[in-house]
């Protein structure tokens, strides 16, 4: 409630301010949308052109930023439909140009010229949004503004009396002035009203005579006027506007010329009678606004279709269709386009213009435009400059100042290469220059760098020209040294005068910890100069020790591409680990103090064995591939691939790498079958094994069953006692299941061994059970059935067979 109240006292507030002809105690911006349209319905605000907006704000006593406001926010509440009913300018039949941005939605005018698309030239004033021609009502009215009906005038009497009138013109054409009467003002302008009016009131105050009495006349509301503009306008029809308006604003506030319509002569007709003639390009080109007159009421502006307009293309400042007049000529219209480009090729220019049946192509000189007369439809195209240069000697490669340079100041090979400067890497003793002939095929002239620059070879330099110095590393194979085995980053090296051994190793990073200083292996490649005899060797093989300060060995120069070698050192040792799981006192990992330790040696260091330890089911978990080379991977990668082949098994493309293959067998472990109980019963024997780096050991606890896998009807966990046998454990899972292959059963036992079934002709034997041991029935395979052909063709041979039995039986 406080708020209604509080926003129903601004409007009344504002309201009584308006009445009074105050300036508003609020800000426009503060109302809220409801309080403005009560505001605007009350007052009769909705549906006015601008220039009534403003006059009657002017009234009310708004100052000129709050009408500022009231127009922004007058516009969006008409946008969003927040203004209703026939007064609004959106229901009015007569056009306003207050909102012309929000009526005229299209966008630039556009024509097809003969070869493509182009902006009319001049259009995109009336496309500007923020481009107005709205008259301005904050200045004195002209002394040529001429009165008419509806017109305010404001009379101020001044001097022994004072007194101020505000008269309205009425329908007669007459002012009304208090104890006076009609004076006629209609049709008069502003300095003959106040003469007419001065001359009148002179006989209620005598004062104006003698001068002590002051009469001034203004206006001070404007009346609406309509004009109608019609042809080749965008929105034609009927438009209310200021009678301060002129030509240009009745133009802007329709929208312009149409597609069609034509720039160049804008006809303002009176009464039946043509006033003025309007070229906008006057307006564009010089800003000659003489011939924008105001308008009266009834005028009509007409806007004729366009006679001549051609197009301008290519390089030229402003590309566009130019409406064109009668007399005028190709250099005209280019003037109007603002001259030709910078780059633009003044020499000769093209002409297309639309035949009676096809198009055709007219050559233009340059200097005869100002002759040339252009037909509606033409389209001039001025090209570029081409990329050729009437001077130019180019020269690249290794010097300072690459580049073009023009050989009317340079005109010889010594002061070129002079000014552009070899660098200290350029290869002195041979360069070239490419020289083109008249047919443009092209030579080359090779000389000598040093013998051009001290003047000893001499070339007159021509046009075209291009010079090219080799930088002198780019004409041998990159030198590089190549460092491998015991460092932190071996590699390959660029290669540098005066390079030791001692200079790579420290671009690698330094020595690991466990190189060899003493016997560092250099290789270098043969050279011969192709007159030598075959030779069986391979490279130059040198050994060189690093180890003592002071030795030449320290001193030995490298060549490019030497292969430095460092050994690893055959007394350096890395800690091998392993790792102890389950039964012991103390399970973890342990380094390996020696090559000859045994898995009893470290089940002493592990505290020895807990008393629920199960000796028999102790295994051994190995790495199979640890520390392999790339060619083991690599013969290992071949012998997988012949397997897979053999058994049919599908396999993996063989594009992985080595170091890939490496790394995934190293991750393959294997159990390695143990007998605990005899290697800490009998430590050093076979059974005793020597550990490896990554080996674990793991002793479970005791185990009290064993277990039955594969083709049984149940699998399952059995309570083991002494004298229980293998069919036993299968008869306790409910037998073999039918397709279960019998002879190929076998058992595993906890320490890893496997024991298979043994055949032999009718009779078969189970292996026997130990506590934790596990029982696996494998299925049968399964066997290819014959097929018809097959089938037949084995009879076929058994019967073949018997004929040749029985044969050789009668010969007997």
């Given at each position: 409630m406080k708020c209604a109240f509080k926003g129903l006292m601004v409007v009344l507030l504002v309201a009584m301010q308006f009445t009074a002809g105050a300036q508003l105690p609020v800000s426009v911006e503060n109302l809220t949308d409801e309080q403005l349209m009560q505001l605007v319905s009350k007052y009769q605000l909705s549906g006015l052109s601008e220039v009534e907006l403003d006059a009657k704000a002017r009234e009310y006593g708004i100052p000129s930023d709050q009408v500022l406001i009231l127009k922004k926010r007058l516009a969006v509440l008409q946008g969003s439909g927040g203004l209703t009913g026939e007064n609004t300018s959106f229901n009015n039949k007569t056009n306003s140009y207050v909102l012309r941005d929000k009526v005229f939605t299209k966008g630039p005018s556009r024509k097809e010229d003969s070869l493509g698309i182009l902006n009319v030239f001049g259009s995109e004033i009336f496309d500007n949004a923020d481009l107005s021609f709205e008259p301005n009502l904050n200045i004195a009215t002209p002394a040529n503004y001429v009165i008419g009906v509806n017109d305010q005038l404001v009379i101020d009497v001044y001097g022994v009396s004072d007194n101020t009138s505000k008269l309205k013109v009425t329908t007669e054409g007459d002012i009304r002035f208090p104890k006076y009467g009609p004076i006629k003002v209609a049709g008069l302008t502003v300095d003959e009203a106040r003469v007419k009016i001065k001359n009148a009131l002179t006989r209620i105050y005598p004062g104006i005579a003698s001068g002590s009495v002051h009469v001034q006349v203004a206006i001070g509301q404007t009346r609406s006027i309509?004009?109608?503009?019609?042809?080749?306008?965008?929105?034609?029809?009927?438009?209310?506007?200021?009678?301060?308006?002129?030509?240009?604003?009745?133009?802007?506030?329709?929208?312009?010329?149409?597609?069609?319509?034509?720039?160049?002569?804008?006809?303002?007709?009176?009464?039946?009678?043509?006033?003025?003639?309007?070229?906008?390009?006057?307006?564009?080109?010089?800003?000659?606004?003489?011939?924008?007159?105001?308008l009266q009421d009834d005028d009509v502006i007409r806007i004729k279709p366009y006679e001549t307009r051609v197009a301008l293309r290519g390089a030229v400042k402003k590309q566009a269709l130019f409406d064109v007049k009668p007399g005028e000529s190709a250099a005209d219209i280019l003037a109007y386009a603002g001259g030709f480009a910078d780059i633009a090729f003044k020499e000769m220019l093209r002409v297309t213009r639309l035949g009676q049946s096809s198009k055709e192509i007219i050559s233009v000189k340059g200097n005869a435009l100002a002759k040339f007369i252009f037909q509606s439809g033409d389209t001039l195209a001025v090209d570029k400059l081409s990329n050729l240069y009437a001077n130019r000697v180019i020269v690249t490669g290794s010097v300072y100042h690459p580049g073009a340079y023009g050989i009317a100041q340079i005109p010889s090979l010594q002061e070129l290469l002079t000014i552009a400067r070899p660098r200290e890497e350029?290869?002195?003793?041979?360069?070239?220059?490419?020289?083109?002939?008249?047919?443009?095929?092209?030579?080359?002239?090779?000389?000598?760098?040093?013998?051009?620059?001290?003047?000893?070879?001499?070339?007159?330099?021509?046009?075209?020209?291009?010079?090219?110095?080799?930088?002198?590393?780019?004409?041998?194979?990159?030198?590089?040294?190549?460092?491998?085995?015991?460092?932190?980053?071996?590699?390959?090296?660029?290669?540098?005068?005066?390079?030791?051994?001692?200079?790579?190793?420290?671009?690698?990073?330094?020595?690991?910890?466990?190189?060899?200083?003493?016997?560092?292996?250099?290789?270098?490649?043969?050279?011969?100069?192709?007159?030598?005899?075959?030779?069986?060797?391979?490279?130059?093989?040198?050994?060189?020790?690093?180890?003592?300060?002071?030795?030449?060995?320290?001193?030995?120069?490298?060549?490019?591409?030497?292969?430095?070698?460092?050994?690893?050192?055959?007394?350096?040792?890395?800690?091998?680990?392993?790792?102890?799981?389950?039964?012991?006192?103390?399970?973890?990992?342990?380094?390996?103090?020696?090559?000859?330790?045994?898995?009893?040696?470290?089940?002493?260091?592990?505290?020895?064995?807990?008393?629920?330890?199960?000796?028999?089911?102790?295994?051994?978990i190995r790495n199979v591939y640890v520390g392999i080379?790339?060619?083991?991977?690599?013969?290992?990668?071949?012998?997988?691939?012949?397997?897979?082949?053999?058994?049919?098994?599908?396999?993996?493309?063989?594009?992985?790498?080595?170091?890939?293959?490496?790394?995934?067998?190293?991750?393959?472990?294997?159990l390695v079958s143990i007998r605990l109980t005899e290697a800490l019963t009998n430590p050093g024997s076979k059974d005793d094994l020597f550990l490896e780096e990554g080996d674990i050991l793991k002793i479970p606890k005791t185990i009290q069953t064993i277990q039955t896998f594969g083709m049984v009807n149940v699998p399952k966990q059995i309570i083991f006692h002494p004298g229980l046998t293998f069919k036993d454990a299968i008869l306790e899972s409910g037998g073999f299941s039918v397709n279960a292959s019998r002879r190929h059963a076998y058992v595993v036992y906890p320490n890893g061994e496997v024991t298979p079934t043994r055949n032999f002709l009718f009779f078969r034997s189970y292996p026997r059970l130990k506590t934790g041991a596990e029982i696996y029935v494998p299925a049968k395979s399964e066997r290819k059935k014959l097929t018809t052909g097959e089938t037949i063709g084995l009879i076929s041979g058994l019967t073949s067979v018997l004929g040749l039995v029985v044969i050789l039986v009668n010969t007997k």
């Open positions: 309509q004009v109608s503009l019609i042809g080749e306008v965008r929105k034609p029809g009927r438009y209310t506007l200021s009678a301060l308006a002129t030509l240009m604003t009745a133009l802007y506030a329709s929208g312009g010329p149409n597609d069609i319509g034509t720039l160049r002569n804008v006809e303002l007709v009176r009464n039946g009678k043509l006033i003025v003639s309007f070229d906008l390009y006057d307006f564009i080109m010089k800003a000659d606004l003489s011939k924008n007159i105001l350029a290869y002195y003793d041979r360069a070239l220059l490419r020289r083109y002939k008249p047919d443009y095929t092209s030579s080359i002239i090779n000389f000598n760098v040093r013998d051009a620059l001290n003047g000893t070879f001499t070339l007159k330099l021509e046009r075209e020209d291009s010079i090219h110095i080799y930088v002198r590393d780019e004409l041998r194979e990159k030198y590089t040294v190549t460092i491998n085995g015991e460092v932190n980053n071996p590699g390959v090296y660029a290669f540098s005068e005066n390079m030791t051994a001692q200079d790579v190793v420290l671009l690698a990073n330094g020595y690991r910890e466990g190189a060899s200083l003493q016997k560092i292996e250099i290789s270098r490649r043969l050279k011969t100069d192709g007159r030598d005899s075959d030779t069986s060797l391979y490279s130059v093989i040198k050994e060189i020790n690093l180890a003592n300060a002071g030795t030449s060995d320290l001193e030995f120069k490298l060549n490019p591409f030497d292969v430095i070698s460092v050994r690893k050192s055959s007394t350096y040792k890395e800690q091998i680990n392993v790792t102890v799981e389950g039964e012991v006192r103390y399970p973890g990992k342990y380094t390996l103090s020696a090559s000859n330790e045994r898995i009893s040696d470290i089940i002493k260091r592990a505290g020895g064995l807990k008393s629920n330890a199960f000796t028999d089911g102790a295994r051994l080379s790339q060619s083991d991977a690599s013969l290992l990668a071949t012998k997988a691939n012949l397997i897979n082949k053999q058994s049919g098994r599908v396999v993996a493309p063989s594009a992985v790498n080595d170091s890939v293959l490496v790394n995934t067998l190293s991750d393959q472990q294997q």
